[in-house]
Structure formats: C-alpha cells, structure tokens
C-alpha cells in the first residue's frame, strides 16, 4: 500500500518569500507523485507532476517540485510568493502499476497555505 | 469545454432522506469515481467505476451507493444519509483507469442534519 505525509496542516509565508510546503511518500514501486491546488470554493486543479525523466518539474503559476527518490519526498516550492497562492495543496501518489481502482490515487491530507501581507 | 460537472453544489438534508448528487463528464474518459473531504483528512475515495456497469468499493463505501449505466454519468447515492455523511464532495474521472491525469468536479457540499 501507498501514503503520504504532507508536513504541517497550515503554512503561512509572507508575500514574496520562498514557498516550502513538504510531502513525503512511501510506495512498493517507483510511484507517480502529483501536487494539487484547491482554491476556496473550488475543485481540485493539477498543479504539476512527476511520472518518469527529469526529476525537477515544472508547473502552472510558478511552482516547482523536485523528486528525491532517496528521500521518498516530493517537496513543492516557489521562490516567491503571492496573495493569490493562498489555497489547499495535495500531494498525491500512483501507482502506475495499479490499473486505477481503489489504489490509484493516494492523496495526504492537505496543507493549508496563508499569505501574509 | 472539457469538464466534470455535479449538482447540487450545495445541500442541507435531514437524517434518513434519501438524495442523489448527480456527476457527468464530457470527455469520454472510462475512470471515473468518487471522494469525500474531510478537514485533517484529505481526500478519501468512495466508490470508483472503470467502466460502464464496472463499479466497485474505494476507501470508505458504507453508506453510498452509485451507478454507471452510461459513460458520462456517475450518480452517488445515499440512501439514509447521517449527520457523519456530512462533507464535501467531489467526483473526477480519467480517461483510462492507469491514466495519471484526474480531473474533478466543483464540489457538493453535503450537510445533513
């Protein structure tokens, strides 16, 4: 079986600090690692993810996140905050192997990201 | 446009009163499925569909019931819904089961009182 531990519940930075917010996995097989974003009011938006090849990847409004295999961690940064970042993170794990199902997709339990003016 | 839609988006029920929170998706993906939010504990999966007439039990399925009779579609129904069914939730689909890109609904917000 799959988890996820995302590090601190709630994360506040002031604007135009570096963004941290930390996830770590455990998975039986090099799994697929996925951050999500929730902005109040709203669904879950793919923010960017990790599946094969370069381990630093890129994603949509600035954020980055780098897979360490050796530290089973997938932590999401960005150099320099914004207002508009505030919003729940989701750090997600797959397995690609699963076939989908009730294993497919394991999220942690999200971490709350304030701005601080 | 490509999305997931459910309805209602919000819904205040008593104990007992059966309900129905429609889903539906325009992209003919085969994967679809259902989660509830809780706060501290992330998403939780309920119930998932690989394909038509394909469903089966997620994380936390008691009380629910769904169906897929169509493609699009993915119905969550509580029969007797509880005030511990109360939540936020959100359906999503993929276009195959091993594909590793979600897509999710708005959101329904439950309460049951």
């Known amino acids: 079986a799959q988890s996820v531990t995302q590090l601190g519940s709630h994360v506040s930075v002031s604007e135009g600090a570096l963004v941290l917010l930390r996830c770590n996995y455990s998975s039986s097989v090099p799994p697929y690692l996925f951050w999500y974003v929730q902005y109040p009011n709203q669904g879950l938006q793919l923010l960017l993810k990790?599946?094969?090849?370069?381990?630093l990847v890129k994603g949509i409004n600035g954020f980055e996140a780098e897979f360490k295999k050796s530290e089973t961690s997938f932590h999401l940064t960005k150099p320099s905050a914004h207002m508009s970042d505030a919003a729940e993170y989701f750090c997600a794990v797959s397995d690609p192997y699963s076939g989908g199902g009730a294993d497919g997709l394991t999220f942690g339990k999200g971490t709350h990201l304030i701005i601080q003016p | 446009e490509a999305q997931v839609t459910q309805n209602p988006r919000y819904l205040i029920t008593v104990t007992g009163k059966k309900l129905t929170v429609t889903c539906s998706q325009n992209?003919?993906?085969?994967?679809m499925s259902w989660y509830r939010q809780d706060p501290g504990l992330g998403l939780r999966q309920i119930y998932y569909?690989?394909?038509?007439?394909?469903?089966d039990k997620g994380d936390v399925p008691e009380g629910y019931k769904v169906s897929r009779k169509e493609k699009r579609n993915f119905p969550l129904i509580l029969e007797s819904p509880s005030p511990n069914q109360t939540s936020l939730y959100f359906c999503?689909?993929?276009?195959?089961?091993?594909?590793?890109?979600?897509?999710f609904g708005p959101g329904t917000r439950l309460t049951v009182t």
């Open positions: 990790y599946t094969t090849g370069a381990t």
């Open positions: 999503a689909s993929r276009v195959r089961p091993n594909s590793y890109e979600q897509y």
């Open positions: 569909s690989m394909n038509v007439e394909v469903t």
């Open positions: 992209m003919n993906h085969e994967y």
